[in-house]
T-cell receptor, first 115, second 112 residues
Framework: QKEVEQNSGPLSVPEGAIASLNCTYSDRGSQSFFWYRQYSGKSPELIMSIYSNGDKEDGRFTAQLNKASQYVSLLIRDSQPSDSATYLC???????????????FGGGTRVLVKP | DGGITQSPKYLFRKEGQNVTLSCEQNLNHDAMYWYRQDPGQGLRLIYYSQIVNDFQKGDIAEGYSVSREKKESFPLTVTSAQKNPTAFYLCASPGDNTGELFFGEGSRLTVL
């Protein structure tokens, strides 16, 4: 059983601080990694994808991947109240398209940014 | 605009009734998926279809059925055999050459 583990939170951070979210996965053969943001009652939306070891930055978001240690993390810099949401980590065994059947989601980390 | 449309957004069902959730996409994607989400839990795959007229069971297919007669449409029927159907249902389709999923807005089913 392939697993993706996340701390459910809530992770409470003051406005302007850095939020750090972690995700570990069990399948050492995993190839692609995603962070989705999900507001309450809404569908998930992709905010970051990462495929190779190291850091990937996009605006205030940085994804970090360490395949040897089997973890992927997400940093949110200058956190804003609008960042308050649940963040889902998803791990895929394949790089190719139409592989959603191999995508495993974690339970999500709820983030609360306090003004 | 291209996207995935789910309907209805909210649905109430009495025990013993079958209900069908609609999912339509105009992205011209071959593959479509149905997920279920329970509070505080991740998404679990119910059924998926890689191409028209073909579909496969996911991790939690019992009590559900699907059809894929058209590329654009992938309806999900929640049957009376599903013992705990109250959940948030998400239809999704993968982007080309990536594992990224595009989601519909979801359908929230409540059993009374």
């Amino acid at each position: 059983q392939k697993e993706v583990e996340q701390n459910s939170g809530p992770l409470s951070v003051p406005e302007g601080a850095i939020a750090s979210l972690n995700c570990t996965y069990s399948d050492r053969g995993s190839q692609s990694f995603f962070w989705y943001r999900q507001y309450s009652g809404k569908s998930p939306e992709l905010i970051m994808s990462i495929y190779s070891n190291g850091d990937k930055e996009d605006g205030r978001f940085t994804a970090q991947l360490n395949k040897a240690s089997q973890y992927v993390s997400l940093l949110i810099r200058d956190s804003q109240p609008s960042d308050s949401a649940t963040y889902l980590c998803a791990v895929n065994s394949f790089l190719i398209k139409a592989a959603g059947n191999k995508l495993t989601f974690g339970g999500g980390t709820r983030v609360l940014v306090k003004p | 605009d291209g996207g995935i449309t789910q309907s209805p957004k909210y649905l109430f069902r009495k025990e013993g009734q079958n209900v069908t959730l609609s999912c339509e996409q105009n992205l011209n994607h071959d593959a479509m998926y149905w997920y279920r989400q329970d509070p505080g839990q991740g998404l679990r795959l119910i059924y998926y279809s890689q191409i028209v007229n073909d579909f496969q069971k996911g991790d939690i297919a019992e009590g559900y059925s699907v059809s894929r007669e058209k590329k654009e449409s992938f309806p999900l029927t929640v049957t009376s055999a599903q013992k705990n159907p109250t959940a948030f249902y998400l239809c999704a389709s993968p982007g080309d050459n990536t594992g990224e999923l595009f989601f519909g807005e979801g359908s929230r089913l409540t059993v009374l």
